[in-house]
């Protein structure tokens, strides 16, 4: 018999899930959400997501409905969820003491007592690889009946395609399973180096400390900032960011605290800052080892005391925000030299998690990021899934890449988009292009690390035929970090 709100209840959910895609949401978070959601649409007690481990060959169930233990695993074939991953087809148990499919294992890991069951595959469609098992417990007013049964089917297919949006992504389009490529959505990496960063993830977004994220150009600082934010409880409020590499100084604080009318030539209204837009919710400065000196005092008041005055005013306005800074930058040599506040490395560093380069996480994380990147390019270009030759592998794998992950991508995408055939050449990858005299560039010992920076980051541009936009591509750095490394040291006009 059809449930009253069972259309409502479904639309719900999925539009529940479908919020979370693009965010970097914790993926126990997402299947824990997706598994009280589906119990509440199908009158069940409990809701389980088993979803079937490509790497493995088994079931495996992370946290999710699961409130008594970290995971479970099942081997395919085994239990009720085992048979279906199998078999593809739907099962229902309406008395566990009475049929020999079912497994009590899950029940005396947990301690929960299982009376009834509904399983379904989470498929395509007929004939389709299994990416896991919905399966809901004990019905509320009895047994499961036929019209639960092809709810749960109609609903399984749907949240096969969900999970198919998210990091969870197959590792064959043939075989069977999903690859499991991080604990965050949309950020990809299992390497020990990450596990670290995650776990300071995880334990930072459970507070309102402030957070230094320090790395290289292109290691992923504000995707991880970002998850920081949307596993936090200040999720619903808004994440705004400031690259303090685009700001001029002269307008440093007009925007981050905003100005009145008047404040300056031009200055014909009040004008909210990016702490005020950011209240109730996440502020990340990245690049933040480039305020200003005058704008660093200021900054550290508001991390203090959550104060501030907008340019031009006297009023002392008060916001609730959280603060995550970002830099590439030796903030310690900074100090030393002055151009860093102490106090203000101090108060901005509460927490810190240091975000390893690409080159230090293994040749099985470069494959598994360019992989991902694969898939997600293949999609938006609407082409084949790309297969990576050999030569095509080893070139990634031993390269040092300077500009890390972004750079990775920017590789991965021309290589999908010259490559209609879905194969993956070593020829499709870019070409070394630095002539002889830069590729043996010199650098005399005893320069400044600056300078050092200064001087090969020209040799680029000179390379490029002064195009400082071609030169940050292949640097795998920002057009403005480029100008400020020539700007800073040189005294060059930017």
């Known amino acids: 018999m059809l449930h009253p709100a069972e259309p409502m209840q479904r639309l719900s959910l999925l539009v529940d899930l479908a919020s979370l895609l693009p965010r970097e949401v914790d993926l126990d978070t997402l299947l824990g959400r997706a598994c009280d959601r589906l119990a509440e649409a199908m009158n069940a007690e409990r809701a389980t997501l088993w979803l079937v481990d490509a790497e493995r060959g088994d079931l495996v169930t992370r946290l999710a409905h699961l409130p008594e233990v970290k995971e479970l695993r099942q081997p395919m074939g085994k239990g009720v969820a085992g048979e279906v991953a199998a078999s593809g087809r739907v099962a229902r148990v309406d008395d566990t003491t009475l049929d020999a499919r079912f497994d009590p294992s899950a029940d005396e890991a947990t301690g929960y007592h299982t009376r009834s069951l509904l399983a379904a595959p989470m498929t395509d469609g007929p004939g389709q690889p299994v990416r896991g098992v919905v399966q809901v417990l004990?019905?509320?007013?009895?047994?499961?009946?036929?019209?639960?049964?092809?709810?749960?089917?109609?609903?399984?297919?749907?949240?096969?395609?969900?999970?198919s949006l998210t990091t969870l992504r197959a590792g064959d389009s043939e075989r069977p399973g999903l690859v499991m490529r991080g604990p965050y959505n949309r950020i990809v990496g299992r390497s020990a180096a990450m596990e670290q960063v995650y776990e300071r993830i995880h334990l930072s977004a459970q507070t309102d400390a402030s957070v230094l994220l320090r790395g290289e150009t292109g290691t992923g600082k504000t995707l991880l900032a970002r998850a920081i934010h949307v596993n936090s409880a200040r999720q619903t409020g808004p994440f705004v960011t400031v690259d303090c590499t685009t700001l001029p100084s002269q307008l440093v604080e007009a925007e981050l605290f905003g100005h009145e009318r008047g404040a300056f030539t031009g200055a014909d209204r009040r004008v909210p800052g990016r702490v005020e837009l950011a209240r109730g919710g996440t502020l990340f400065l990245d690049e933040v080892g480039e305020l200003p000196p005058r704008s660093q005092g200021k900054l550290l008041r508001l991390l203090q005391d959550k104060r501030f005055e907008r340019v031009g005013g006297r009023e002392t306005l008060e916001v609730d925000v959280r603060i995550i800074c970002a830099t590439h930058?030796?903030?310690e040599a900074l100090v030393a030299t002055g151009e860093f506040r102490e106090d203000l490395y101090y108060r901005m560093r509460v927490v810190e998690i240091e975000v390893p380069p690409l080159r230090t996480r293994g040749p099985e994380e470069i494959e598994r990021l360019l992989r991902h990147f694969g898939d997600l390019y293949a999609e938006r270009y609407q082409r084949p899934q790309p297969h990576f030759s050999e030569a095509a592998l080893e070139r990634m794998r031993s390269h040092a890449w300077p500009g890390n992950v972004r750079e990775l991508e920017h590789?991965?995408?021309?290589a999908v988009v010259m490559a209609p055939d879905g194969e993956v050449h070593e020829s499709k990858l870019p070409q070394p292009k630095l002539p002889a005299e830069l590729s043996g560039l010199t650098l005399p010992l005893g320069l400044e690390l600056e300078e050092a920076r200064r001087r090969y980051v020209q040799a680029v541009v000179d390379d490029c035929?002064?195009?400082?936009?071609?030169a940050a591509k292949r640097l795998g750095i920002s057009r403005n970090t480029v100008t400020r490394l020539l700007t800073k040291v040189s005294g060059e006009d930017g």
């Open 138 to 163: 004990n019905h509320r007013d009895g047994h499961f009946d036929d019209e639960d049964e092809r709810y749960l089917s109609a609903l399984a297919r749907e949240l096969s395609h969900v999970l």
């Open 329 to 331: 930058r030796d903030l």
């Open 465 to 470: 035929g002064g195009r400082r936009a071609v």
């Open 411 to 414: 590789w991965v995408e021309g």
